[in-house]
């Protein structure tokens, strides 16, 4: 397993997209990061809390209700 930290791999990726773009201007790179970070981090949340929301919610340091919304905003449940 990499020893690299996650603060490590989005920067070495931010710095590769910035690289990728070749001088052009960046748009929307928060809302890039965020929607690809927060489908895998919710996967990976509930998994390991066998499904249980209440516990996803409380490792993630969010309400219940929201986790139930993004969990629909991304089609993880029904």
């Given amino acids: 397993m990499s020893k690299k930290n996650i603060h490590d791999c ?15 201007e960046p748009d929307a790179v928060y809302d890039m990061v965020v929607r690809a970070v927060e489908r895998p981090m919710l996967e990976v949340v509930m998994a390991r809390a066998e499904g249980n929301q209440s516990k996803a919610a409380d490792w993630l340091g969010i309400n219940r209700n929201t986790l139930r919304r993004k969990l629909l905003e991304h089609k993880l449940i029904k």
């Fill in 10 to 24: 989005i920067r070495d990726n931010l710095e590769g997209y910035f690289h990728d773009l070749k001088g052009a």
